[in-house]
């Protein structure tokens, strides 16, 4: 497999997942992650996520309304949490795996995009 890149994974869309696709360990992540240096992996190595500090309020509400636009059009939902009214942490993982496939990846270099405004 050729090493993802932030460009070949905007590309991409998420394929409907219901338990088909192939888990991505810990192992595999590293080049993923590589290409997305804002997102980490959790401990347990099911999960993905990114923070970022908004400024306000209502900058952090439009985030939160651009990622949902992203994660609708991807049918890719992340779990979203909004701390102290402007600090967003956004976690992916693909449920019906029980960990990480490459749908999350995808969404979240769609998601770098749209903070790169």
């Known amino acids: 497999m050729n090493e993802p890149t932030v460009d070949a994974l905007t590309?991409?869309?998420?394929?409907?997942?219901?338990g088909g696709v192939p888990i991505i360990d810990a192992a595999a992540a590293k080049p993923y992650?590589?290409?997305?240096?804002?997102?980490?992996?959790d401990?347990?190595?099911t999960m993905i996520s990114r923070q970022t500090n908004c400024g306000n309020f209502?900058?952090?509400?439009?985030?939160?309304?651009?990622?949902?636009e992203v994660a609708e059009d991807q049918q890719h939902?992340?779990?979203?949490?909004?701390?102290?009214?402007?600090?967003?942490?956004?976690?992916?993982?693909?449920?019906?795996?029980?960990?990480?496939?490459?749908?999350?990846?995808?969404?979240?270099?769609?998601i770098d995009e749209v903070l790169k405004g």
Request: proline share 5%; charged share 20%; hydrophobic share 45%.
């Open 43 to 45: 401990e347990a190595g």
């Open 11 to 18: 590309k991409k869309s998420c394929v409907p997942c219901e």
């Open 58 to 68: 209502v900058k952090a509400m439009k985030l939160l309304g651009q990622v949902a």
């Open 77 to 110: 939902h992340p779990d979203l949490h909004l701390t102290g009214y402007r600090h967003v942490r956004i976690d992916l993982t693909t449920h019906a795996i029980g960990g990480l496939s490459e749908n999350d990846f995808i969404v979240a270099a769609k």
């Open 33 to 41: 992650l590589a290409a997305l240096p804002d997102w980490s992996l």
